[in-house]
């Protein structure tokens, strides 16, 4: 997956910074398919007295290979990985305004402001028990 992204972080140590870039993650192409296989079989000789078995040409309406076999089966599904490729193997982050921390060029020291959101934190926030 890949992303655009703007944001605006304002840090605990009084920081606002503005960033802006592109991320993706590890992309997978695969090209499969998948296939059924036929499992036919006609009997040959049942009896050297019965030759039965060979005079049933198309007279089974319900076999689809009108009496030439005996029966056939269908296989389950088998899935076949016909290529692979992965373009792009590792996590990334690109930033183009910004560092994602708050050295970067984007960032503003909003300090007097910090130290009011860190005196309300200290007054309201709730106590460990």
Same mark, same amino acid.
């Given at each position: ?5 703007? $944001? &605006? ?13 592109? $991320? ?10 998948? =296939? ?12 050297? !007295?019965?030759? !039965? ?9 319900t076999n689809r290979w009108y009496g030439l076999l005996d029966s056939c089966?269908?296989?389950?599904? $088998?899935?076949?990985? =016909?290529?692979?490729?992965n373009p792009v193997t590792t996590d990334t982050i690109e930033y183009w =305004? ?14 007097? &402001? ?14 460990? !028990?």
């Amino acid at each position: 997956m890949t992303n655009v992204f703007g $944001e &605006i972080y304002i840090y605990y140590d009084g920081y606002l910074c503005f960033n802006a870039g592109w $991320e993706t993650e590890d992309i997978l192409l695969t090209v499969e398919t998948a =296939l059924k296989l036929y499992d036919c079989y006609k009997i040959v000789i049942q009896s050297l !007295t019965d030759w !039965t078995n060979w005079d049933g040409m198309g007279k089974k309406a319900t076999n689809r290979w009108y009496g030439l076999l005996d029966s056939c089966e269908e296989s389950d599904d $088998e899935s076949v990985t =016909l290529y692979s490729w992965n373009p792009v193997t590792t996590d990334t982050i690109e930033y183009w =305004l910004g560092t994602g921390t708050t050295t970067g060029e984007a960032c503003v020291d909003v300090w007097p &402001i910090s130290n009011l959101i860190k005196m309300y934190m200290a007054m309201y926030a709730p106590k460990p !028990t």
